[in-house]
């Protein structure tokens, strides 16, 4: 009987290629691992200088009272006396501000959105344009506040002073107002669609012009007015 003769080349270029290929994936793989690790690294070193540009400003803040345009974006400003502060322009998303004194301070076109300012003092503050989108004003003294133009859209101001505010053209979209005191303030031309004013003391208000529609109003019955 005749003994096939074994292909050899073949065998050796099957041994060849798979070799091949497992060094091409080791390489591969880690330059992967390696491009995840300097990712990682770059934005662990990205969030360290973030958070000591912030730590800095708030050190300005508190040294000067003023810290236009600042970052100060999550900064812990809980119980800070600012009143008087230049707070124009300044980021301030996801700042703790609860019980702080802003009084008098100027934070025109200020970004506050998701801010906690519960219990904060900003009476006669200047927060024309500023963005305050789901922030909690919980409580707040906001009495003479000019909000002109403000976004306030889902923001909580329930208990909120806001006796003789400036809240025209304000945006109240679906704003929690429950049990607020607007007596006296401006809401003329402001957009309270879905909002809930349940309770709210509204004796002098002025509402010209105001969207109050699907709003609930302080008697518990609900708007359809400019629907």
């Not at 230049?86 to 703790?96: E, Q, T, Y």
């Not at 003391?201 to 509402?207: I, Q």
């Amino acid at each position: 009987m005749q003994t096939q003769p074994i292909d050899m080349s073949t065998s050796d270029n099957s041994i060849f290629f798979r070799s091949r290929l497992s060094r091409v994936l080791i390489r591969a793989i880690g330059k992967s691992m390696l491009m995840a690790i300097v990712f990682g690294f770059g934005i662990f070193s990205y969030a360290r200088i973030g958070q000591a540009n912030v730590n800095s400003n708030v050190r300005k803040l508190l040294n000067l009272n003023s810290c236009k345009g600042c970052d100060l974006r999550d900064a812990d400003l809980s119980g800070a006396d600012l009143s008087g502060a230049n707070l124009d322009r300044a980021k301030l998303n996801g700042a703790d501000l609860e019980g702080a004194n802003l009084s008098g301070a100027s934070l025109r076109h200020a970004d506050l959105d998701l801010a906690n300012l519960a219990q904060a003092d900003l009476s006669n503050a200047d927060l024309s344009f500023a963005h305050l989108l789901k922030a909690d004003l919980e409580a707040a003294n906001l009495s003479g506040a000019n909000l002109r133009s403000a976004m306030l859209k889902e923001t909580d101001l329930q208990s909120a002073d806001l006796v003789g505010a400036n809240l025209v053209f304000a945006n109240l979209r679906a704003a929690d107002l429950k049990q607020s005191d607007l007596g006296n303030a401006d809401l003329s031309d402001a957009n309270l669609y879905g909002a809930d004013l349940w309770k709210a003391n509204t004796l002098g208000t002025k509402l010209e012009h105001a969207i109050t529609c699907e709003a609930v109003m302080p008697s518990g019955a609900s708007s359809y007015s400019n629907c």
